[in-house]
């Protein structure tokens, strides 16, 4: 249970430790492939300080929103900007939306859900967001459900025949 209030913020780089905390948590409970921290702290470093990007660099660009206070956070959404390969158009593409399972009596999903939405109206893109997940997926799948439209489904092949 928390006391913290649903309340999304946009991170900085003072939440660097705790944005870690989070989503190693949450790669631990339903990464579907091995952890790359090179590559998870690169984007990390972008999304926190996106004024070290240089003009120049077309790499991800994105967002990450959180609840709670500096060295306490109960819940992250990650977002980047993304395009897929046969149009121009952008959208806003969510990477992981976590909270702590020590705060999940809580309204922060709900939270997140409705700040990536607001996000969307905000920049005019698209939300694509979803549920990987083998925990708890359908009650996510049933919070997804009554907030965004759904547009189709995940499948997950090992090339063994049998699920992650």
Sequence with gaps: ???TDSIVRVATEDDRVEVWRLLLQGHKENGLFSLSPQKVDWFVT???QPNLIPEWDTGP???IGVIGGVGSLEALVVMTIGCFWYTDERHLEEMIVYVDPECR???HSKALIDWMKDQSTQTGLKLLTGI???T???AKCRLYRRS???VGEFYLY???????
């Design 136 to 138: 708890r997926t359908e």
């Design 148 to 150: 965004v439209p759904k």
């Design 105 to 107: 009596v809580s309204n």
């Design 158 to 164: 090992n090339g063994k025949g049998v699920t992650a």
């Design 61 to 63: 660009r994105g967002i």
């Design 132 to 134: 990987i997940s083998n």
């Design 1 to 3: 249970m928390t006391d």
């Design 46 to 48: 972008r999304l926190l």
